[in-house]
């Protein structure tokens, strides 16, 4: 199973960026897809921004032209640059894998990295 740990969060002031890191550990055979998503309080969990397999890369509406979702193959980390933050963004931002393992579909998730936005 893979494990996956977040990092990067933190406090920024609107218009500011950062970058958030996942670090993936674990044994897999096949990736479907592999993305960033947030959880605002009070509100559902939704995506960001997805990489799936193949290499088509998915944004929400909202992040468009602001985020950047990339990975490091070689260090099985994916990277979510944000740029041009707004108080709005402000979630806890969870990465998540869609996978196979020893033959069966899996999903992980990290723990989360709280990103704030100040106005």
């Known amino acids: 199973q893979v494990q996956l740990v977040e990092s990067g969060g933190g406090l920024v002031q609107a218009g500011g960026s950062l970058r958030l890191s996942c670090a993936a550990s674990g044994s897999f055979s096949r990736i479907n897809n592999m993305g960033w998503y947030r959880q605002a309080p009070g509100k559902q969990r939704e995506l960001v921004a997805l990489?799936?397999?193949?290499?088509?890369?998915n944004y929400a509406d909202s992040v468009k032209g602001r985020f950047t979702i990339s990975r490091d193959n070689a260090e099985d980390t994916v990277y979510l640059l944000m740029n041009s933050l707004k108080p709005e963004d402000t979630a806890v931002y969870y990465c998540s894998w869609d996978y196979h393992s020893v033959g069966v579909r899996m999903t992980s998730w990290g723990q989360g990295t709280q990103v704030t936005v100040s106005s």
């Open positions: 990489i799936i397999s193949g290499g088509s890369i």
